[in-house]
């Protein structure tokens, strides 16, 4: 195991936020992170858990960033437009759909490495 | 095994990424956009969420300049726009109101042209095939082939255009409106055909004020007697725009021949035979404006105030966006319609400008008789015509493409036949001046760079259609008013029912001649106003119907003639005045002839509140509630005959309501029908108290602001982005005219000082971003009746003082 799993919850985190600063597509970490996964593969909990744990983190830091600048201005408006309890939820909820997908493309580029990763 | 693996997670991958990034979820309510598109903080609607603190200087280019352009923003976020040349400066006008407010541009238009079932889908299907039918988009094509004559004026609207395109250009999914977002769909390029849409949408919003259809329904449920008694055109305590007794003058030798009109000559009735009676929307019509002009005579300065208030549907993002527009041949400060070039209702350094709906009828309905079913043939003096045929193609998202045949008359559009529903008997045309050549859209050219009297009757023979009361004001002492816009010359009650349309003698001939359009220069009495009335009295050359108001005008004259020394404030104070005229002529009716001999406790109390009050629709106050309540009730149950009627047929007016309180006489509409007794004007004023002060006292103790309820809805009716509650005083009849949706949508007010002296406020905010905090930042000032001061100035230097931010535009 050439990086301990803190480390790469770390760089998978920090490159999601890099990618969403530099590409506006939403889903262009979904590429990332089946190429990381891919490169890094470890067991399917842990590819899972890495991806769903980067994006669901790297979205709430973006979200929070926002939503302190504007004063929640924003987020209330949309808390009330899906008539969602509170704006926490409208996050978690948003970050958990983040992670969804983080975890299938993890899971994705550990399954590509399994069935390609070691032909040569 | 791990193949399978590979493909299941590919496959998972794929649908999650299809149902976040493609899928939307549709409801009974709405549609609700694809959840991972939508909430995404990276093109989501996060993105939206305008940074609070950081008001950055930005220098961005603008292809096709002539010279570099200077935004300057001040602390409301209100663009002071120096440019070089008239060009650069529409252009920039364009890019800068783009910016905050391309989403109500393009939904504005879209509705105007019947385009919005594209977005929605099929539910707005029957919206959107009105639209057409009622010749918007043949109107706007019309009024900008007239604007495209005029090389000059086509080239700033090509620029205004551009600069919107600009802005539009510069866009990803990331930056889009959050409306885009939240409907799911992407913005199209501006067009000049869109500006000319706009200016219709307001055309038919300010003019819809006919009755036709109503009015014959209405004849044939009472003859023609009782409608007479009803539907009156003038009641003698009105207070005309030019003042009463003034002579007027006939520029034109044009005799009307006074062919009565076959159809409604008698009482027959012609629409028996429509088996599926037209219903158009019913709309309690509470737009209305005030404006007015002081003489140096009568104020403190010894220079005019002008003063200007158009009261519109309340709306976020605002109908206006706040703006001054410099360069060297003019300087201009005031309110611009997003989408349209130039200050709509403003000053200059020179003169200052306002309006009002001028409510007279416009639009006539003629009945069409084809030759068959083919529609391709109508009946002319009993000879057939052709008919001119346009198949209109509506786009629908979701479902298949829908066409719709328009026939075209002579009159116009058949805006009702079978092809509209299959049960229509009757065919009706629509004859609208908004369907003619026109150029709005050089009046406030013109008037944006006028300097004096003559330049202002110049500006405005250019306006045809909605037709307004254009106030003015300038620094050299004059003051003027005029009713402007196309009207036809008509007989008497020509235009208030339906009419045959095979005979040409029901056709619009000639148009009344500017110079005999009413007007007023300079009067003795020191000032000039509008709020809706009639524009002249009886004595007028000319016959004319319209929708027309009898209580703010007359407020505002009695303030007015009784004030001198005035002062911006004290034209402040009667923006913000709250007096019930209605009530004050009403109420002591009322209660005079109520019985008071039964009443119990609480009733006794509202009567005692009810006679106190001095007739002022206070935010606080409780007895305008009670007043509001009571009338409400009796003018329910007094015009029960007009409630629930097979065929649509308007409700009278209030004027005719106060006439019928405070009458004297016996009357078959006091009688209530269901009821077995004949009820006499005393029964119904004791019943309608009793009704009123049994809901009083089932409903929670509440003040006038609580029970009106205004709110500011957004233009997509979303609630999240809506002020449900606003706190005011006023209601529909009163000056301060905030009623539950209606109000002041502008309030101005300009004193022609050498260095001239402004202010201004509008329920809304500058921006159309609802993550911005300059969404609706005024409209808690604007509720409590403060203004702002407008920073004006044709020095760059001069405004530098004020900036909160700098946009340079570089070519």
């Known amino acids: ?120 | 095994m791990n193949h399978f693996r590979t493909i299941l997670s590919l496959f998972l991958l794929l649908i999650g990424l299809y149902f976040l990034n493609s899928y939307t979820i549709k409801t009974d309510k709405a549609n609700i956009p694809p959840l991972g598109k939508f909430l995404n903080p990276i093109t989501g609607f996060w993105k939206n969420a305008e940074n609070n603190d950081i008001i950055k200087n930005e220098s961005i280019q603008l292809k096709g300049l002539h010279a570099p352009v200077t935004v300057i923003y001040d602390e409301h976020m209100i663009p002071h726009i120096y440019a070089a040349n008239e060009e650069d400066l529409y252009c920039a006008q364009g890019y800068v109101t783009a910016r905050f407010r391309l989403w109500q541009m393009e939904i504005q238009t879209r509705a105007a042209c019947g385009r919005v079932s594209e977005i929605l889908g099929p539910k707005t299907l029957d919206f959107d095939r009105l639209k057409r039918r009622t010749g918007m988009k043949y109107g706007a094509e019309q009024t900008l082939a007239a604007i495209e004559n005029n090389p000059e004026a086509k080239k700033l609207l090509a620029a205004y255009t551009d600069g919107i395109n600009q802005y539009i250009h510069s866009l990803n999914a990331a930056s889009y409106p959050v409306e885009y977002k939240l409907l799911n769909y992407q913005p199209k390029d501006w067009t000049n055909l869109k500006t000319a849409l706009l200016l219709k949408a307001m055309a038919e919003n300010l003019t819809a004020l006919e009755y036709d259809i109503e009015h014959t329904n209405a004849l044939n449920m009472l003859g023609k007697t009782d409608f007479n008694l009803i539907y009156r055109d003038w009641w003698d305590e009105q207070d005309p725009i030019v003042s009463k007794g003034t002579s007027f003058q006939k520029h034109i030798n044009n005799t009307i021949t006074n062919t009565a009109d076959t159809l409604f000559s008698t009482n027959s009735n012609p629409i028996q035979s429509i088996e599926n009676p037209i219903d158009r929307e019913e709309d309690d019509y509470m737009l209305g404006s005030n404006n007015w002009a002081i003489a140096g005579a009568k104020t403190k300065s010894g220079k005019p105030i002008l003063a200007n208030d158009p009261h519109l549907r309340l709306s976020l993002p605002s109908i206006w966006f706040q703006i001054q527009l410099s360069c060297p041949s003019y300087n201009a400060s005031g309110a611009s319609l997003p989408g349209a070039p130039g200050v709509i209702s403003g000053f200059n350094d020179h003169i200052a400008w306002g309006v009002t709906n001028a409510g007279r009828d416009i639009r006539d309905w003629y009945k069409i008789t084809f030759k068959d079913a083919t529609m391709n043939e109508y009946l002319v003096n009993g000879t057939y015509k052709k008919t001119h045929k346009i198949v209109e193609q509506f786009i629908i998202k979701g479902e298949a493409d829908f066409y719709d045949t328009i026939v075209y008359t002579h009159h116009g559009p058949v805006v009702y036949d079978r092809n509209f529903s299959e049960k229509q008997a009757m065919n009706l045309a629509l004859r609208w001046t908004a369907h003619d050549l026109s150029e709005e859209m050089l009046t406030f050219y013109k008037l944006n760079k006028s300097k004096n009297i003559q330049d202002y009757f110049e500006a405005i023979s250019h306006y045809s259609c909605p037709a307004q009361n254009f106030v003015f004001a300038c620094k050299d002492g004059d003051i003027a008013i005029q009713q402007q816009g196309k009207f036809p010359i008509q007989r008497k009650d020509q235009g208030v029912f339906i009419q045959d349309g095979s005979l040409t003698s029901n056709d619009w001939k000639s148009y009344i001649p500017f110079e005999d359009n009413p007007h007023m220069v300079n009067p003795t009495r020191g000032f000039v106003s509008s709020a809706n009335q009639h524009p002249t009295d009886t004595t007028y050359p000319y016959y004319y119907t319209g929708v027309f108001e009898y209580f703010r005008n007359r407020r505002i004259n009695t303030e007015l003639t009784r004030m001198s020394n005035i002062q911006l404030q004290d034209v402040e104070h009667l923006q913000l005045d709250n007096f019930n005229w209605m009530a004050s002529e009403c109420l002591p009716a009322m209660l005079n002839k109520l019985d008071k001999s039964h009443v119990n406790a609480k009733q006794q109390a509202i009567i005692e509140q009810l006679s106190a009050w001095k007739f002022y629709n206070e935010a606080d106050s409780k007895a305008a509630v009670y007043y509001e309540i009571w009338e409400d009730t009796l003018e329910k149950i007094m015009w029960d005959e007009f409630m629930h009627t097979k065929y649509p047929v308007r409700f009278p007016e209030k004027i005719t309501t106060l006439h019928f309180i405070s009458a004297d006489q016996a009357s078959i509409f006091y009688d209530i029908k269901k009821t077995e007794k004949v009820e006499s004007l005393n029964d119904l004023i004791a019943l309608s108290f009793t009704y009123a002060s049994a809901k009083i006292a089932s409903m929670p103790e509440q003040d006038w602001t609580t029970y009106k309820h205004t709110s500011i809805e957004h233009l997509a009716k979303i609630p999240a982005f809506s002020i449900d509650y606003v706190a005011s005083g006023g209601n529909k009849s009163i000056v301060n005219a905030i009623s539950k949706y209606h109000g002041p949508s502008w309030r101005m007010i300009v004193e022609m000082t050498d260095d001239i002296h402004a202010v201004a406020i509008y329920p809304g905010g500058q921006s159309g971003n609802p993550g911005s905090k300059y969404y609706d930042n005024f409209v808690s000032d604007w509720s409590q009746g403060k203004y702002y001061e407008i920073y004006h100035s044709a020095l760059l230097n001069d405004m530098k003082k004020h900036a909160s931010s700098i946009l340079e535009l570089k070519p």
């Open chain 1, 1 to 120: 195991m050439l990086f301990s799993n803190k480390l790469l919850f770390v760089i998978y985190t920090l490159s999601v936020l890099l990618l969403s600063i530099l590409v506006p597509i939403w889903f262009a970490f979904i590429l990332l992170l089946i190429f990381f996964s891919f490169v890094f593969s470890s067991k399917t909990t842990k590819a899972f858990l890495l991806g769903f744990a980067s994006v669901f983190c790297a979205w709430i830091i973006l979200m929070l960033f926002k939503d302190f600048q504007n004063d929640s201005l924003l987020s209330t408006r949309i808390t009330h437009l899906f008539k969602l309890p509170s704006k926490w939820i409208l996050l978690i909820l948003t970050a958990l759909i983040g992670g969804i997908l983080g975890a299938l493309s993890t899971w994705l580029g550990k399954n590509l490495k399994s069935s390609f990763g070691y032909i040569k």
